[in-house]
């Protein structure tokens, strides 16, 4: 009996399987640190491909913006030199596809390259490499309304010329809605206080504008009572959008006239640069501009009528190799069936889409040419695109909007030439 109290009493020892037990521990605490290892590394991995990715996307559309440059002054150099001989041709209406020789895919490249008649299979330095592409679009800012015309110090008579233009183009009975619908603030701007306030933003003083230059009182917008309260900037526009923040403008405003406003160039428009679809731009221009003598003219009363010529004007300008001066410009406008006889083939084309009825108006030279210019451009508006295409689903895109004034002097070139000091950005952005 004592033996059997003894070995009860006897501690059991129990440690078969316990290395087991330990080998599965550690297999688990080693597989949650490698699978956390391996998903930080893979996350190092593809953070490191995006950047990678990036900067070559960034450095695409560099390319494209370096090579704008070059159609510029091939542009200024060559064609703008002999207008009168080859008429009013711009490089950057063909941009997007004389950039495809640089930037495009392969069979981009082979397309523009039949075109030409020209074998691009065995040239080297075209493209940018497999699945790495840049395009550039160009355009003009010449063709559009300056509004920093009116800022800064008190010019007033770019300021009443700008004043003219503006009120010409918000006349139109179309836009009617735009002034009777409160903004989000529940106020309500008639058409001259939208012109008006849009000068006096970019002003200095405090005073509101009168286009008669007498003394109207200060300008009282309101701006410190909005939702978000801010202060007019009474000075230069910086950017175009800037426009947006000026009493009585909003999305119908931007909407309708916000790509025939810039803030870049010259005071005057060069009505050889306005798009065809910123044909209002040119009836503000002709409404502004008429002889006082033919101010009753009913071309300027009829909103049809007058887009019917401004229309026409745009279309004969486009076949005709542009303006070639202010007078061939009030040639058009003042008798719009004699400059259509004198293109060829007219006698039959005009009669069959009914543009004989069109009326011509009166205009003053002394007030046009304040207000326009031909010839060549001055501004362009560049925007570039690099695209890095990893993956069927994933790319990376890196886009660039530059201004470039061909007659800004620029301080810091490094070129002894003094033709390179000619030219250089206002205006650069990347996203």
Known sequence: ???????????????????????????????????????????????????????????????????????????????????????????????????????????????????????????KGLGAGRGATFDLTMQAEDGKLNL????????????????????????????????????????????????????????????KFDPAGNSSGAEDYRYDATRDPFRAHNHFYDTVEEVN?????GDEFWGSFGEMLTVYGGCKVNVGAIKPESWPLMAAIIRATVADKDKTNPVLAD?????????????????????????????MVTNPQQALGMMPGSSSSSSSNGNSSIMGVTIDQGKLGNVITTGPRRVYRLDAVGTIQRTREKKIEVRIRGIWDTAHINQNTTSPDPNDRMGTWVYWRQD
Request: aromatic share 8%.
């Open 245 to 249: 923040l000026v009493r009585g403008v």
């Open 148 to 207: 920093n015309c009116g800022g800064g110090l008190n010019d007033m008579p770019h300021q009443q010329q700008l004043y003219a233009v503006l009120s010409a183009l918000l006349w139109p009975p179309r836009y009617n809605r735009m002034f009777e619908t409160p903004d989000a603030d529940g106020q309500y701007a008639t058409r001259d206080d939208v012109a008006k306030a849009i000068l006096d933003w970019a002003d200095v003083d405090e005073q």
């Open 303 to 331: 909103d049809v009528l007058l887009a019917q010529l401004s229309q026409m004007v745009l279309g004969m300008s486009q076949m005709m190799g542009g303006f070639r001066d202010t007078n061939s410009f009030i040639q």
């Open 1 to 123: 009996m004592s033996r059997l109290w003894q070995r009860l009493q006897r501690p059991i020892k129990r440690e078969a399987g316990i290395a087991l037990v330990v080998v599965t521990v550690t297999i688990a605490v080693l597989g949650a640190t490698v699978a956390d290892f391996a998903y930080n590394s893979r996350v190092d991995l593809e953070a490191a491909a995006n950047a990678r990715d990036q900067l070559r996307a960034e450095y695409l559309a560099r390319s494209g913006m370096q090579l704008s440059k070059l159609l510029i002054k091939t542009q200024q150099s060559v064609l703008d030199r002999n207008r009168q001989f080859v008429g009013d041709i711009q490089l950057m209406d063909f941009a997007p596809y004389l950039i495809k020789a640089f930037g495009g895919e392969a069979d981009e490249r082979a397309g523009l390259g039949a075109l030409l008649g020209i074998d691009v299979s065995g040239l």
